[in-house]
């Protein structure tokens, strides 16, 4: 079975706090992505990586940053955490063979909440 | 730049009866790829079905299909015969090269 797991499920951080979400793939899949999810909003692309040490800004990358050293992790990360980061964070991923509009494949989600 | 508009928040149904959820979409690419995704409470977004902009069908995956109309950018799932298990968030999603783009959801309950 597939999987994509991320570190941890609930978090609570003070404001200026720095975060970091660990999110790993268990697919060998090339292409990992960051969203995050508010009510009303849908989900919205912070950062995504398509191979190893590569990183691009999605839609909303203010605040954030991301890294990838090996293929299977993709960490995001929020250096000084501001209390409008409150969100549910979901990590992707998705197998570069599929081409371009291949399925994703999400982890159980992240629920960050800063005080 | 591509957008979807999903203008149900939240629908009723009762089980084992139909429901059609809505999807418009806005892209000038003339190559993408149209996706359904489910969300239960668990919160793990699970992917239902798949349809690419220059398939002549429209998709089936069991008891949900997609209503695939180009000319009108939309992109509605139908749920056939729905399930208490259905109850859940729905989010329509479109990609294009690395970026898939979701909309804001819709909240379906199915009723007993």
């Known amino acids: 079975d597939v999987k994509v797991t991320q570190s941890s499920r609930y978090l609570v951080k003070r404001t200026g706090e720095k975060v970091f979400l660990e999110c790993v793939q268990d697919?060998?899949?090339?292409?990992m992505f960051w969203y995050r999810q508010d009510p009303g909003l849908g989900l919205r692309l912070i950062y995504f990586?398509?191979?190893?040490?590569?990183?691009e800004k999605g839609d909303i990358p203010e605040g954030y940053s991301v890294s990838r050293e090996k293929k299977e992790r993709f960490s995001l990360i929020l250096e000084s955490a501001s209390t409008n980061q409150t969100s549910m964070y979901l990590c992707?991923?998705?197998?570069?063979?599929?081409?371009?509009?291949?399925?994703?494949?999400f982890g159980e989600g992240s629920r960050l909440t800063v005080l | 730049a591509q957008k979807i508009t999903q203008t149900q928040p939240g629908m009723f149904v009762q089980e084992k009866e139909a429901v059609t959820l809505d999807c418009t979409y806005d892209?000038?690419?003339?190559?993408?790829?149209l996706f359904w995704y489910k969300q239960p409470s668990s919160g793990e977004m699970i992917f239902l079905i798949y349809q690419g902009s220059y398939d002549q069908q429209n998709a089936t995956e069991g008891r949900y299909s997609l209503n695939f109309q180009k000319a009108r950018k939309s992109a509605n799932l139908v749920i056939s015969a729905s399930q208490l298990g259905d109850s859940a968030m729905y989010f329509c999603a479109i990609s294009r090269g690395f970026k898939t783009i979701f909309g804001a959801g819709t909240r379906l309950f199915v009723k007993a």
């Open positions: 990586s398509y191979d190893v040490k590569m990183k």
């Open positions: 697919m060998d899949h090339e292409n």
């Open positions: 892209t000038s690419d003339p190559s993408y790829g």
């Open positions: 992707a991923s998705r197998p570069q063979w599929e081409g371009l509009t291949g399925e994703l494949f």
